[in-house]
């Protein structure tokens, strides 16, 4: 495959936003990743390679050497050094920012401006109120955050699970997220862009906690540990209230042995998740249910869902709204409430007392 390594030219930077022309139904969409991620070449990128409705164009780097080693190794075929070139590139309808947790937002926006659709790695931001800029131009293009979970059918056969009432009255869940990772340069660990385990992992739980309750929580209690070398949350612990005596506990930590798990918890039965956040993407995945005939459990109904590519399938269902239907703010607020959520277990951990959403 040839590679095109653009050298530098002038970017084209549009003074004032313009509206994304819809795409034909048929057309393939076009993506362009800013940055070089390496979460985006292990991870997201050989999902969108699994889809004939998707084309991974572009990549932008800060660096044109390794935008074009990059485009080498993902089967890229235009490679810019600079992230504004790869936004002035007509060809490309979606921009993927995997960028650093506090670069989200301004380069959502400036992608946003030059008339690209953005799917935005999560979390969207690092605080709500950081968000307000997005909002007026949600209406022109569609912008969403990247929490894949959401597309894999193993959240969304659960979640019908827990609707159909065959839990009973949900009234309770645990979500477990860790890793254990020390090292000082790695981007999670660094407070100065966004590190930390909350904004890293504990907005999955906050998502799980959200989707199986089918609400918002209305306050949170929460406390926090940080690493003093660090200064991010190496472990945070969390009740979101979602009022009716209803309640999610959560624990995320970076400094713990790997482990996930989400826990539901009804009337007449419980649901275990034992691969709710990282699931396999060529393996399938089981969940549990137990019906409380034996204190142990280990009785309970093993469900197996086959192999699913979340990322595929949460980059296909960006793809198809591209082409077929009109921008709204409605994912961008529910990416603000989960920012809101944020925001109140920070509040409460430093408060020490309940802080409403």
């Not at 504004?84 to 380069?107: C, K, Q």
Request: aromatic letters at 8%; charged letters at 20%; hydrophobic letters at 40%.
């Amino acid at each position: 495959m040839t590679i095109t390594c653009r050298r530098a030219f002038p970017a084209r930077t549009p003074s004032k936003r313009r509206r994304q022309a819809r795409l034909a139904p048929m057309d393939t969409v076009r993506w362009g990743v800013l940055s070089t991620s390496d979460f985006a070449e292990r991870k997201f990128l050989p999902g969108l390679r699994k889809s004939p409705l998707i084309e991974v164009a572009a990549v932008g780097s800060r660096n044109l050497d390794s935008a074009c080693a990059f485009a080498e190794r993902c089967g890229i075929a235009t490679a810019y050094g600079s992230y504004d070139e790869l936004l002035a590139d007509p060809t490309i309808d979606v921009i993927y920012n995997p960028l650093p947790n506090s670069l989200h937002v301004e380069w959502t926006r400036r992608a946003a401006e030059a008339g690209k659709h953005v799917l935005c790695e999560k979390p969207m931001g690092i605080t709500a109120a950081e968000l307000d800029v997005l909002m007026p131009l949600a209406e022109d293009v569609h912008i969403a955050e990247g929490f894949m979970v959401r597309f894999h059918p193993q959240w969304t056969e659960t979640r019908d699970l827990v609707r159909s009432g065959r839990l009973g009255r949900v009234s309770h869940m645990h979500v477990a997220f860790s890793y254990n990772n020390g090292d000082p340069a790695n981007i999670r660990n660094i407070a100065s862009v966004g590190g930390g385990a909350l904004y890293d992992i504990g907005c999955y739980a906050i998502v799980a906690a959200r989707w199986f309750m089918d609400a918002d929580p209305v306050r949170v209690a929460a406390t926090v540990d940080r690493d003093p070398a660090f200064g991010t949350d190496r472990v945070t612990s969390a009740l979101l209230d979602f009022g009716d005596g209803r309640m999610c506990t959560f624990q995320v930590s970076t400094q713990t042995v790997f482990h996930q798990r989400v826990h539901v918890y009804g009337t007449d039965g419980r649901l275990e998740i034992t691969i709710p956040f990282n699931q396999p993407q060529d393996d399938p995945v089981t969940y549990l249910t137990h019906f409380g005939t034996t204190p142990h459990g280990l009785d309970a109904a093993h469900h197996v869902v086959p192999a699913n590519d979340q990322y595929t399938l949460q980059a296909e269902a960006f793809s198809r709204r591209v082409r077929t239907e009109a921008p709204t703010a409605a994912p961008l607020i529910d990416a603000v409430t989960n920012m809101r959520v944020i925001d109140a277990v920070f509040r409460s951990a430093a408060s020490g007392r309940f802080e409403e959403i």
